[in-house]
């Protein structure tokens, strides 16, 4: 009997099966990420791939208000239709931008200049025109596909609400070039889109600027805009406020007109400008869509120079006004006598010439007289007296001779014939009628008139002079930290006793009441002043100066007023003073006080009685 045995089941070992289904598993996963790499994330991928870097591009911070001390608004930001360029893409395409000019009603030449100052944008859009009006960006927009390179948009841009009357002041803006970078790099300040030229535009650039807002652009090598990766808000530039009234700019302006000249106001409690007006002058608008060459030539060609701020930068003899700082001299030096007489025959030697004193020939005059009537012979025979290096020194301390610290660029610095200045300037000695020369405001001297201003701003405050500004306050962004209020600096002093301070004062006085700017009285204020005829080698008329303080007792106004050849003081800039003072208190002004000085009414009394009818010339 054979055994037959049945075969029996083996169990199945799992390790056997755990390969081929971790294999299967990989395979399958490699091949669902294949599919999800290269279907449905294809178009990211790529684009990262074509992703050389990542930009940043700076958006536009609304440059900061300024307005007046009244609040009136002189500079904004308005919206402005502004044609964006991408440099490579722009000039690899002349044709197109020929075509983009033509629209714009521009010459093909400025708008390729415009695109070749910012080269470093590659294919990031810049501004290159502001101003476009609807119907040119409509075209630009409708032509966008045969147009590569260029766009619109409306951006916020720097707008003036007054151009003329302070064309000088306000400065203006434009894009950056290469000079304006290394400038602003040089102080610490990142260049944004537009920069400040000239004047407060300029000289406040850190606070007008704001903070610009940032978006990151992935680009690709040609600098091609791919994706935004996200930005920061702009932050607005902070709002200035003037001491500048804009009323009184007008008003100077208007009284200017046919003149060359400047009216300079300062209020001498601070040093507050309140009045900086240059004629001619010209609007800050007409740089703000660019200037051509040809315009700007014509401005700076004009015979008139309207763009020499004579306020600050002219440089002039200023004759009779100059007496003011002798008498200062005498006085500090310890030689002044104000009753010490001299004697003069109706002119000046200064060398072997003779300088004309008309007013009173033939008398003896001491310095009330003599200052009242302008005495070229007691004031050129104070000035041996109190001698050259005693009148230099006067001058350094009321900063005669050196710009002046007024928060505006571009200032002159006169001429004052130091030792030094002379010896380089000039191949002879220093002679006693150069001394007399200085001591009548002539000779090599020159100031301007913002100095003159200084000086009588100094003599109002009995001898303390502060920093003339023009910016008061400055106001930042909302919720970004608050105010500053400009502090008042005193920029010079002179240590003089009160009855002298009273002497030079009631001789002020007398100027206007019965003296050389008789022409200057208004009703009802008493005030002081001196006038200024200074002879000139361009013009047979003599520059017209005046210097005066209002009111007297308690100084609110120090005005100085310089018209370049338009003859005597009295005549022509004292009236024009006159009346600006007249507006500034708003022709209401003071009630007429007695002084208080019993040695001004004595003074008046013995020396000024018996005058003559016909005004003095000075």
Same mark, same amino acid.
């Given at each position: 009997?054979?055994?037959?045995?049945?075969?029996?089941?083996?169990?199945?070992?799992?390790?056997?099966?755990?390969?081929?289904?971790?294999?299967?598993?990989?395979?399958?996963?490699?091949?669902?990420?294949?599919?999800? *790499?290269?279907?449905?994330?294809?178009? !990211?991928?790529?684009?990262? %791939?074509?992703?050389?870097?990542?930009?940043?591009?700076?958006?536009? %911070?609304?440059?900061?208000?300024?307005?007046?001390?009244?609040?009136?608004?002189?500079?904004?930001?308005? /919206?402005?239709?502004?044609?964006?360029?991408?440099?490579?893409?722009?000039?690899?395409? /002349?044709?197109?931008?020929?075509?983009?000019?033509?629209?714009?009603?521009?010459?093909?030449?400025?708008?390729?200049?415009?695109?070749?100052?910012?080269?470093?944008?590659?294919?990031?859009?810049?501004?290159?025109?502001?101003?476009?009006?609807?119907?040119?960006?409509?075209?630009?927009?409708?032509?966008?596909?045969? *147009?590569?390179?260029?766009?619109?948009?409306?951006?916020?841009?720097?707008?003036?609400?007054?151009?003329?009357?302070?064309?000088?002041?306000?400065?203006?803006?434009?894009?950056?070039?290469?000079?304006?970078?290394?400038?602003?790099?040089?102080?610490?300040?990142?260049?944004?889109?537009?920069?400040?030229?000239?004047?407060?535009?300029?000289?406040? !650039?850190?606070?007008?600027?704001?903070?610009?807002?940032?978006?990151?652009?992935?680009?690709? %090598?040609? @600098?091609?805009?791919?994706?935004?990766?996200?930005?920061?808000?702009?932050?607005?530039?902070?709002? *200035?406020?003037?001491?500048? =009234?804009?009323?009184?700019?007008?008003?100077?302006?208007?009284?200017?007109?046919?003149?060359?000249?400047?009216?300079?106001?300062?209020?001498?409690?601070?040093?507050?400008?309140?009045?900086?007006?240059?004629?001619?002058?010209?609007?800050?608008?007409?740089?703000?869509?660019?200037?051509?060459?040809?315009?700007? %030539?014509?401005?700076?060609? =004009?015979?008139?120079?309207?763009?020499?701020?004579?306020?600050?930068?002219?440089?002039?003899?200023?004759?009779?006004?100059?007496?003011?700082?002798?008498?200062?001299?005498?006085?500090?030096?310890?030689?002044?006598?104000?009753?010490?007489?001299?004697?003069?025959?109706?002119?000046?030697?200064?060398?072997?010439?003779?300088?004309?004193?008309?007013?009173?020939?033939?008398?003896?005059?001491?310095?009330?007289?003599?200052?009242?009537?302008?005495?070229?012979?007691?004031?050129?025979?104070?000035?041996?007296?109190?001698?050259?290096? &005693?009148?230099?020194?006067?001058?350094?301390?009321?900063?005669?001779?050196?710009?002046?610290?007024?928060?505006?660029?571009?200032?002159?610095?006169?001429?004052?014939?130091?030792? =030094?200045?002379?010896?380089?300037?000039?191949?002879?000695?220093?002679?006693?009628?150069?001394?007399?020369?200085?001591?009548?405001?002539?000779?090599?001297?020159?100031?301007?008139?913002?100095?003159?201003?200084?000086?009588?701003? *100094?003599?109002?405050?009995?001898?303390?002079?502060?920093?003339?500004?023009?910016?008061?306050?400055?106001?930042? /962004?909302?919720?970004?930290?608050?105010?500053?209020?400009?502090?008042? !600096?005193?920029?010079? @002093?002179?240590?003089?006793?009160?009855?002298?301070?009273?002497?030079?004062?009631?001789?002020?006085?007398?100027?206007?009441?019965?003296?050389?700017?008789?022409?200057?009285?208004?009703?009802?204020?008493?005030?002081?002043?001196?006038?200024?005829?200074?002879? &000139?080698?361009?013009?047979? &008329?003599?520059?017209?100066?005046?210097?005066?303080?209002?009111?007297?007792?308690?100084?609110?106004?120090?005005?100085?007023?310089?018209?370049?050849?338009?003859?005597?003081?009295?005549?022509?800039?004292?009236?024009?003073?006159?009346?600006?003072?007249? !507006?500034?208190?708003?022709?209401?002004?003071?009630?007429?006080?007695?002084?208080?000085?019993?040695?001004?009414?004595?003074?008046?009394?013995?020396?000024?009685?018996?005058?003559?009818?016909?005004?003095? @010339?000075?």
């Amino acid at each position: 009997m054979s055994v037959i045995h049945a075969p029996t089941d083996r169990a199945i070992d799992a390790r056997l099966l755990a390969l081929p289904f971790a294999v299967t598993a990989v395979i399958a996963g490699y091949m669902v990420r294949m599919w999800f *790499l290269q279907i449905v994330q294809a178009s !990211e991928l790529q684009e990262r %791939a074509e992703v050389s870097s990542i930009a940043v591009v700076k958006k536009l %911070a609304p440059r900061g208000r300024i307005v007046d001390r009244a609040g009136r608004l002189l500079a904004g930001v308005e /919206p402005r239709i502004t044609v964006l360029a991408r440099p490579r893409t722009a000039m690899a395409n /002349p044709a197109v931008v020929d075509r983009v000019a033509a629209i714009l009603q521009i010459e093909p030449q400025a708008l390729k200049k415009a695109i070749r100052l910012v080269p470093q944008a590659g294919d990031l859009a810049v501004p290159v025109y502001i101003g476009a009006d609807v119907a040119m960006a409509s075209k630009i927009a409708e032509l966008s596909d045969e *147009l590569p390179g260029f766009s619109v948009e409306t951006q916020g841009m720097r707008s003036y609400s007054a151009g003329p009357e302070l064309g000088h002041i306000m400065g203006y803006v434009r894009p950056p070039r290469d000079d304006d970078n290394k400038r602003l790099k040089a102080q610490g300040i990142d260049p944004a889109q537009y920069v400040g030229l000239q004047g407060i535009e300029r000289q406040y !650039e850190r606070d007008l600027m704001g903070r610009p807002g940032t978006e990151k652009v992935a680009v690709d %090598a040609r @600098r091609k805009a791919i994706r935004s990766l996200g930005s920061d808000e702009a932050v607005a530039g902070s709002t *200035l406020v003037l001491s500048l =009234d804009l009323r009184l700019q007008r008003t100077a302006l208007g009284l200017l007109q046919g003149h060359k000249g400047s009216v300079v106001m300062i209020d001498p409690n601070d040093g507050g400008v309140l009045c900086l007006a240059s004629n001619p002058t010209f609007d800050s608008s007409v740089f703000l869509k660019g200037i051509s060459k040809d315009e700007y %030539a014509a401005l700076a060609e =004009d015979e008139s120079r309207p763009l020499f701020f004579r306020a600050v930068s002219g440089a002039y003899a200023p004759g009779s006004t100059f007496k003011l700082v002798i008498t200062l001299a005498a006085m500090s030096s310890g030689v002044f006598d104000p009753n010490e007489s001299v004697y003069c025959p109706g002119y000046v030697l200064v060398g072997r010439k003779k300088v004309a004193c008309k007013n009173h020939p033939n008398e003896t005059v001491a310095f009330d007289r003599a200052f009242t009537k302008s005495c070229n012979a007691y004031f050129g025979q104070l000035a041996r007296k109190i001698g050259r290096e &005693n009148i230099l020194k006067t001058c350094d301390a009321l900063g005669i001779g050196r710009p002046s610290e007024i928060d505006l660029p571009s200032q002159s610095r006169g001429v004052l014939p130091t030792v =030094d200045w002379w010896a380089k300037h000039r191949d002879r000695r220093w002679s006693l009628g150069d001394t007399v020369n200085l001591g009548i405001g002539q000779g090599e001297l020159t100031t301007t008139p913002l100095q003159m201003a200084e000086v009588g701003a *100094l003599i109002a405050n009995r001898g303390v002079c502060y920093r003339p500004h023009i910016v008061r306050a400055v106001k930042d /962004p909302e919720g970004s930290g608050g105010n500053r209020l400009v502090p008042a !600096e005193v920029l010079s @002093r002179l240590d003089l006793p009160a009855h002298q301070w009273d002497t030079l004062t009631s001789a002020m006085v007398h100027v206007i009441e019965v003296g050389t700017a008789r022409t200057a009285q208004i009703g009802g204020l008493l005030w002081g002043g001196k006038t200024g005829s200074a002879e &000139n080698l361009k013009d047979h &008329n003599t520059h017209s100066w005046f210097v005066g303080v209002a009111p007297i007792e308690s100084p609110k106004v120090v005005i100085c007023v310089m018209l370049e050849n338009a003859g005597h003081g009295g005549d022509v800039a004292a009236p024009i003073a006159a009346k600006m003072v007249r !507006e500034y208190l708003n022709g209401k002004a003071a009630p007429r006080v007695e002084v208080q000085s019993s040695r001004m009414r004595d003074s008046a009394a013995s020396t000024l009685d018996a005058e003559p009818e016909s005004p003095d @010339r000075e």
